[in-house]
């Protein structure tokens, strides 16, 4: 069973940084997508950064430039380094994780497995 469990989140003023973690454990998830996602209350989830197989990221344009997204494979934890934090980045974040080298596009249908997530909240 695939366990994903995120920390990290807090509360920031505007220009800021957080750094989230989420550890993986169930299986070795070195050879996946992994990704973090965020949904505003009252918002659809949106895909915030994601790496591939290949050690490829991609980032949703909102955060490019701000956010990292890494993972350390000895130790089964996906990162993402947030900087230059606004008061839209308020959300709750989640990590999610599939059985893909792949994926055609950062939306939530392309993960099977979710953490319960880490609130980030930012001040202005």
């Known amino acids: 069973q695939v366990h994903l469990v995120e920390s990290g989140g807090g509360s920031v003023q505007a220009g800021g940084s957080l750094r989230l973690s989420c550890a993986v454990s169930g299986y070795t998830y070195i050879s996946y997508c992994m990704a973090w996602f965020r949904q505003a209350p009252g918002k659809e989830r949106e895909g915030v950064a994601y790496?591939?197989?290949?050690?490829?990221?991609n980032y949703a344009d909102s955060v490019k430039g701000r956010f990292t997204i890494s993972r350390d494979n000895a130790k089964n934890t996906l990162y993402l380094q947030m900087d230059s934090l606004k008061p839209e980045d308020t959300a709750m974040y989640y990590c999610a994780t599939n059985w893909k080298f792949y994926i055609a596009a950062m939306r939530p249908d392309e993960f099977d497995y979710w953490g319960q997530g880490t609130q980030v909240t930012v001040s202005s």
């Open positions: 790496v591939d197989y290949d050690g490829r990221t």
